[in-house]
């Protein structure tokens, strides 16, 4: 019998790449462009999730795109840091 639930690596496996970047994009520019406090805010849900993401598929990667994840991430908690001051 074989188990219904994939877990979550399949899950983010299945979805569109195009349809992610899309999604992070505008998250980020409702970030940029909210006021204060929420953008921050938003900017660093955004970054727990990217960190959150990073941890699943951290063994799988090449050290090149680990770097660049880490960079991405750190302008993203730069960002949301500023917003908040």
Same mark, same amino acid.
């Given at each position: ?25 505008? +998250? ?27 941890? +699943? ?29």
């Amino acid at each position: 019998m074989q188990p219904t639930h994939r877990g979550v690596p399949a899950r983010l496996a299945r979805i569109n790449p195009t349809a992610a970047f899309l999604a992070a994009l505008a +998250l980020v520019l409702v970030g940029l462009l909210a006021p204060g406090i929420i953008g921050g805010g938003i900017l660093l849900v955004l970054a727990a999730a990217l960190v959150a993401l990073m941890a +699943l598929t951290w063994p799988v990667q090449p050290p090149a795109t680990r770097v660049l994840r880490l960079a991405v991430i750190a302008l993203v908690l730069a960002a949301a840091f500023l917003k908040i001051l």
